[in-house]
T-cell receptor, first 113, second 117 residues
């Protein structure tokens, strides 16, 4: 089955600086890679996703890059703000009748004011 | 956006009793719903996948007779924890898959915190 590794497990960034979270996956058949933000006591919120036919996607301060050859994808948050503090999960999924997401282990991002 | 609600948001029950958690997709039809369990500071663990009108598919190690899942409509799925024990205390999160082209997008509910005393 798919295995997703996520690094780092914790990340502290000065407000205004950029944060980068990296994930690797094992199943070359995976073709959908969402990122979720989870605040304390809440469910995960989809913040951005990327499909295997795209190398990069941006949405305001958030961007995701995908390297299919190396089987890794990354989340980039620029101009970080205190409200960006949360746990971020990457995930991977194939689309061949099995729509189960495999999650990374999460990254606790803390923005230092 | 795609909104998924859960009810209740938290529940405390006594050991041996059963608890039902509802999951609703408010503004879309979820052909597939997923139930996850999350322990503190850990990732989400998939418990089961359910398609509307079909029996749920449980992940290995998840007791289907203990965690009863019903997906009666395209907007409602329920998880019943039967004969709950303290070790069942956890954060339960449901998710609905919205089919809008490819790929299916998956949206999560706010979670239900279950405490079994």
């Amino acid at each position: 089955g798919e295995n997703v590794e996520q690094h780092p497990s914790t990340l502290s960034v000065q407000e205004g600086d950029s944060a980068v979270i990296k994930c690797t996956y094992s199943d070359s058949a995976s073709n959908y890679f969402p990122w979720y933000k989870q605040e304390l006591g809440k469910g995960p919120q989809l913040i951005i996703d990327i499909r295997s036919n795209v190398g990069e996607k941006k949405d305001q301060r958030i961007a995701v890059t995908l390297n299919k050859t190396a089987k890794h994808f990354s989340l980039h948050i620029t101009e970080t703000q205190p409200e960006d503090s949360a746990v971020y999960f990457c995930a991977a999924r194939t689309n061949f009748g099995n729509e189960k997401l495999t999650f990374g282990t999460g990254t606790r991002l803390t923005i230092i004011p | 956006g795609a909104v998924v609600s859960q009810h209740p948001s938290w529940v405390i029950c006594k050991s041996g009793t059963s608890v039902k958690i509802e999951c609703r997709s408010l503004d879309f039809q979820a052909t597939t719903m997923f139930w996850y369990r999350q322990f503190p500071k850990q990732s989400l663990m998939l418990m089961a996948t359910s398609n509307e009108g079909s029996k749920a598919t449980y992940e290995q190690g998840v007791e289907k007779d203990k965690f009863l899942i019903n997906h009666a409509s395209l907007t409602l799925s329920t998880l019943t924890v039967t004969s709950a024990h303290p070790e069942d205390s956890s954060f339960y999160i449901c998710s609905g898959a919205r089919q809008r082209g490819w790929p299916y997008e998956q949206y999560f509910g706010p979670g239900t915190r279950l405490t079994v005393t």
